[in-house]
């Protein structure tokens, strides 16, 4: 775990222009300083990331919001103020300090308070904000653990803050609020129920064909292993047949056929707690390929609750794969 005198360090490598993988409740980050416009250009260079696609800018407290944007209506300061710190981003109207570097260009910008002692202590020892996508190479499966970067990432971070396992283990909910009605653009961590009991009505959750979000491809959250999602009910015998035809096969076993034996390369049974599930789907992915899975066989949760991000995350996983 990172000490006091970690934090210093990194601190530190942020200001010289450095990049720092940051542990927060959702996954790892790969944090810079969020207005060195150099610093941020190493970070897409280092995931192969597109610079046409918008990070986050994470920030020590809400009483930071107003430095970074400006417009905010009073569904993002309720929002704030319920769930910060904490894995939900808002997109607000842009300030004139954020670079353009950080929002690929658009007038918008996503902000968040991490909900982690590690990652607050560096916001606070930093004093500004960072931005900080998923410490992963573009379009591959976000980091759970300190190890997780190292394997990622290795030397191309300057200073890796190991946080332990992440709590929440998928990414932020992310909430425009720069229209007429909040809209969720990605399912995470915080979920809709939560949201519209806060908001005391409704929310608007795009399908993924419909929106046209700057980063969210068809594929991502992907690992080597191709994934293809059938029904519950026929996970064992799908699993099956592509061992028979040669496949090194990995199963997500639906909880309900936990006592059922499954011949296939590799197993997991997914946890019956949807929190436990999230905590833990981005590290039986990884488990899977460092195995030697080729294919992995998953179905889909009841998307309800934190089901929504983890459907969401596995429909992606299992999309056709891009090209950069
Ligand atoms: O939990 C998280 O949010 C993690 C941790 C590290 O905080 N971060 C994360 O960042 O997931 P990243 O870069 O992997 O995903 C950020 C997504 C982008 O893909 C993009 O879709 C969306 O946030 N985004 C950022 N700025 C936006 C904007 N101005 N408008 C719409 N979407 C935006
Ligand atoms: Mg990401």
């Not at 991502?220 to 293809?228: G, K, M, Q």
């Not at 998953?298 to 983890?310: D, K, M, T, W």
């Amino acid at each position: 775990m990172a000490s006091s005198k970690d934090i210093e360090k990194a601190a530190g490598v942020l200001r010289a222009g450095g990049l720092v993988a940051l542990p927060t409740e959702t996954v790892y980050g790969l944090a810079a300083d969020a207005m060195d416009p150099a610093a941020i250009s190493r970070i897409f260079q280092v995931k192969g990331r597109p610079p046409s696609h918008p990070l986050i800018v994470h920030l020590a407290g809400a009483e930071q919001l107003d430095a970074w944007v400006q417009d905010v209506p009073v569904a993002a300061r309720v929002l704030a103020e319920h769930f910060w710190p904490g894995p939900l981003t808002l997109v607000l109207r842009r300030g004139p300090r954020v670079p353009l570097e950080a929002t690929g260009g658009l007038e918008t910008v996503a902000v968040r308070v991490p909900d982690h002692p590690v990652a607050l202590a560096l916001l606070a020892a930093f004093g500004g904000g960072v931005t900080a996508p998923s410490a992963n190479r573009f379009g591959s499966v976000s980091p759970t653990t300190a190890n997780d970067v190292r394997a990622e990432l290795g030397d191309a971070v300057d200073f890796v803050l190991d946080g332990g396992p992440c709590q929440v283990g998928v990414e932020s909910t992310i909430v425009d609020v720069t229209g007429e009605a909040p809209t969720i653009l990605r399912p995470g961590g915080v979920t809709r129920e939560d949201l519209e009991a806060v908001l005391g009505h409704p929310l608007a959750v795009p399908s993924t064909s419909q929106v046209r979000v700057p980063g969210q491809h068809p594929s991502h959250y992907a690992p080597r292993a191709r994934v293809v999602l059938v029904e519950p009910e026929t996970v064992i015998a799908e699993a099956e047949a592509a061992s028979e035809s040669g496949h090194q096969v990995g199963v997500f076993l639906p909880a309900a056929f936990a006592d059922v034996p499954v011949k296939a390369h590799a197993v997991v049974a997914v946890p019956a707690s949807p929190a436990a599930y999230a905590q833990g789907l981005y590290g039986f992915l990884r488990e899977f390929d460092q195995q030697g899975c080729d294919l992995i066989i998953a179905s889909l949760p009841a998307e309800q609750g934190l089901g929504l991000a983890i459907a969401n995350r596995l429909r992606r996983a299992a999309g056709p794969r891009h090209t950069v």
